[in-house]
């Protein structure tokens, strides 16, 4: 579905993203890796949730407390969108759907980006890469990236992650950037391009839920399309229901378990109402860390 009246959409969504910035979205040039262009900053008192790797130990001795290094990236970081408009997305078992979150996250994220003269690119896919807009810091360009986030249609048949990845990775700079992916994750590709990006950059995946899709209901006959592709298959057994909701938490422990090895920050944010205030607890949190 193609969003309407999007000329009065973005100035409601840079009213959003100035908040999203004032709730620390500018604190992510505090580089987390101490192999990336970064000068130490301060060190302060240990705080739950810190990486232990940037505990400095000496001065936690000296100190008798527990206190991290912290580090300050150039301003001028580059920030690619990587988002997904294949068909999965389209469901949603409210008015508020995934595709929703997915336009507007992305748009949010723009806009916060270039209210902080960050550098922002755009790669859009389904089954193919759609559109790739490369990094740019004009008031224009944001204009721009939200148009396209907001109006090009969701489609095709497939879902063709690694290809986004790997352009999103040809529009980046040497220097350390902030990749951040939007998508449903519904693809076994989601795993074979990300290693190499986390290696480089700093990877952060915003997964888009139906709330269905995480708790099932528990009705004993069903039937199920899969968007993508049009099949129909039944459900019409306790047993069944229990499988399909069984590989659903499987299917979402196992992507969990990747991004965490390879120090991929995620979250996941159901279709609802309130879900920009997920977004902005995320990035907070990211800050603390």
Known sequence: MVHENILHKIPLLQLRARRLLIGQYKGQHVQR???????????????????????DWKSSARGQKMVVRTYQEERDRTVLL???????????STECTKERVVRECAALIACAAAHARDRVGLV?????????????????????LVHALLETPFGGLNTAFDEAVQAAL????????????????????????????????????????????????????????DIETGEI????????????????????????SFFQKHAIDHVTISANPGFDETLIHFFNTRVRR
Request: aromatic share 8%; glycine share 2%.
């Open 33 to 55: 890796s101490r192999n990336s262009q970064a000068d130490f900053e301060q060190l302060r008192e240990y705080c739950v949730g810190d990486d232990i790797r940037f505990i």
């Open 82 to 92: 990587v988002v997904d408009i294949s068909r999965s997305s389209t469901f949603g």
């Open 124 to 144: 859009l896919f389904h089954e193919k890469v759609h559109t790739v807009i490369p990094p740019g810091s004009k008031a224009e360009h944001a204009i721009a």
């Open 170 to 225: 040809l529009l980046a700079p040497k220097k350390r950037s902030l990749m951040i992916i939007v998508s449903d994750c519904m693809s076994d590709a989601v795993t074979k391009a990300l290693p190499l990006a986390a290696a480089m950059h700093d990877v952060v995946i915003i997964r888009a839920q139906d709330t269905v899709e995480r708790d099932i209901p528990q009705s004993l006959c069903m039937k199920f399309q």
């Open 233 to 256: 298959f039944d459900i019409n057994s306790k047993y069944q229901m229990d499988a399909l909701q069984n590989f659903i938490m499987q299917w979402t422990r196992e992507q969990d």
